[in-house]
């Protein structure tokens, strides 16, 4: 079972191996993607103790939210000063996923990640009938998000 915030750490060193930042905001979004794909590559969650909510903003995961966004905010690069590898309990397939997501998302800014995933149905049907500006802490259901990520299995 993989360590949310051991992802999170080595997609941020994938970032520095690419010459790139990640604010916290994409970072969330990244994570995001990969509980999603692997979902739906491998009927699987990647972080079976961990959910996201439907925040204002996206998508949004609640430890990793603690753990960056006191020090970083929401939009300041994050800084990464060592390398971090994935821990052994992350599949081979795990991590390639992880690196496939690294690759197609880190094109997208933060904004064009967060405009993404509230086009989605697994933020839409999280949010209700709530207005735009609405609070919520509703959680992603995961059996949304693997369909909404099926085209990829």
Same mark, same amino acid.
């Given at each position: ?9 080595? *997609? ?12 916290? *905001?994409?970072?969330?979004? @990244? ?6 794909? +692997?979902?739906?590559? &491998?009927?699987?969650?990647?972080? #079976? ?7 204002? =903003?996206?998508?949004? $995961?609640?430890?990793?939210? =603690? ?6 905010? !929401?939009?300041? #690069?994050?800084?990464?000063?060592? &390398? ?21 998302? $880190? ?5 064009? @990640?967060? !405009? ?17 500006? !609405? ?8 059996? +949304? !998000?693997?369909?909404?990520?099926? =085209?990829?299995?």
């Amino acid at each position: 079972m993989a360590n949310i915030v051991n992802v999170a750490k080595y *997609l941020l060193t994938l970032a520095e191996s690419s010459n790139t930042k990640i604010n916290p *905001l994409k970072l969330q979004k @990244l994570l995001y993607y990969c509980e999603g794909w +692997t979902l739906a590559i &491998t009927d699987k969650e990647l972080f #079976p103790r961990e959910n996201f909510q439907a925040w204002l =903003h996206g998508p949004v $995961n609640v430890t990793i939210y =603690h753990e960056f966004n006191a020090k970083y905010g !929401m939009f300041d #690069p994050i800084d990464n000063p060592k &390398t971090t590898l994935l821990s052994t309990s992350v599949t081979v397939e795990q991590r390639a996923i992880v690196e496939r997501v690294f690759e197609v998302y $880190n094109q997208y800014s933060a904004s064009q @990640l967060e !405009m993404m995933t509230h086009a989605e149905k697994p933020w839409i049907e999280a949010r209700g009938t709530l207005k735009p500006n !609405m609070h919520s802490d509703t959680i992603i259901d995961k059996s +949304t !998000m693997r369909l909404e990520f099926s =085209h990829l299995s």
